[in-house]
């Protein structure tokens, strides 16, 4: 069973603290990889390149920076890949990004295939490229089959592999699975798990990446108000059902968006081990 666990890159000392505790604690799972995220535009360039410097020096786990290629130019893109080059890093998450507000040249990269077809003639077969799956259709396709056709470039561009965006219905994920093997593309697809703590937040994060809620849980969880323990309790279930049936269906691994937090990310993976 391979577990990974994605964080965002903290700005305060407050919070690279808050994190350093999160990552000794979530080590005892023995996580594949730890990935920090990259704002759009380089939004969080130095703060990722600083976290994830600080896991691969001192958590004894792989680190795995994602690289967003919007508002980003080749030569920034290479200088980052040859700093984590230098440090021993092998492993990277090569995003499309999103287009920020007001923002009309895009930079040389328009697609994340042409920053993954980039990293592949710099660098050959060093980097394990990941690249991001929609099972549920990434918000601005115009259609599913078009949005497999974007993923199948992306692996014949030459990634590795995928993290899918998080989904509460496993039928998605195994029929976006069934449909990109049709294409010819047999690589691993790891599920993205995020766990339900708040209703407000989900929504919000739900509304911007097109992941959909399924109505019986949205109605669940919008009864709870402020009781955020049963709230917790009932998200957790649902999770843990989830990843329950990925795993019985032959899925060997998770990768946990872990808002930064330990709890519930370490119990469900704690489940699976």
């Known amino acids: 069973m391979q577990l990974s666990f994605e964080f965002f890159p903290p700005r ?26 990259f704002g759009a535009g380089g939004t969080t360039q130095e703060a990722t390149l600083e976290t994830v410097l600080d896991i691969q020096a001192n958590d004894n786990i792989s680190a795995a920076p994602h690289l967003s290629c919007i508002d980003s130019d080749k030569l920034k893109i290479l200088s980052l890949l ?5 440090a021993g890093i092998n492993r990277v998450v090569a995003l499309r990004g999103d287009i920020p507000s007001g923002v009309r040249d895009i930079g040389d990269f328009h697609y994340a295939n ?13 980097f394990h490229i990941e690249v991001a799956a929609y099972p549920e259709m990434h918000p601005q396709a ?11 470039n992306k692996i014949k561009a030459g990634a590795d592999g995928a993290i899918t965006q998080y989904f509460y219905n496993a039928d998605a994920y195994f029929r976006f699975v069934d449909e990109v093997q049709k294409n010819g593309i047999d690589v691993p697809i790891t599920p993205g798990i995020m766990p339900i703590t708040n209703y407000d937040q989900l929504l919000r994060f739900s509304n911007m990446c097109g992941a959909e809620i399924p109505r019986w849980i949205e109605k669940r969880l919008s009864t709870y108000g402020d009781d955020l323990a049963s709230l917790s309790a009932f998200g957790f279930d649902v999770v843990s059902n ?11 691994s998770f990768h946990f968006y872990s808002m930064n937090k330990t709890q519930p990310s370490l119990l469900l993976a704690q489940e699976l081990k």
């Open 114 to 126: 042409e920053l993954v077809e980039f990293i592949r003639h710099e660098f050959g077969n060093y």
């Open 242 to 252: 989830l990843c329950d049936q990925l795993k019985s269906q032959g899925v060997e």
């Open 12 to 37: 305060t000392e407050k919070g690279k603290q808050n994190l350093k505790l999160v990552r000794q604690e979530l080590t005892v799972v023995n996580p594949h990889y730890f990935s920090t995220t």
């Open 142 to 152: 115009t259609n599913m089959n078009t949005d497999i056709e974007h993923f199948v």
């Open 82 to 86: 040859k700093q984590y080059q230098a």
